[in-house]
């Protein structure tokens, strides 16, 4: 009986962590407001050029809001610049909302709208 009772609670547990995850994934419309060159983060490690991105469409209410967004460049087409206009798939996963942190987002990959 106290096996039976463990295997209840213990699926009880499990259904409740994956009835918290979320996932949202859409087209989005954005505006290239400037591009970041490569940056040394830490002696020895750099983080790649990477466009950052304005929302240009309405809300397209996601997990997360996309007021601003970024991408490394190897999301884009060759040539990207600011001023261009892009769509982006968005796509953003909540693992657990228990642990108080918000949505993962990522952007890409892109082309020219």
Known sequence: MKALKACVAVLAVGTLLVGCSSEWEED??????????????????TSPPRAVLALDQEDPKGLVALNTA??????????????????????????NNLDG???????????MA
Do not use: M, Y
């Open 101 to 111: 942190l918000g949505a993962e987002s990522t952007v890409g990959p892109c082309r």
């Open 28 to 45: 989005v419309q954005f505006k290239v407001t400037r591009i970041t060159p490569e940056t040394e983060v830490t002696p020895g490690r």
């Open 70 to 95: 970024s991408a490394d460049l190897d999301q884009f087409p060759d040539g990207i610049k600011a001023g261009d206009v892009v769509i982006c798939k968005v796509r953003q996963v909540e693992a």
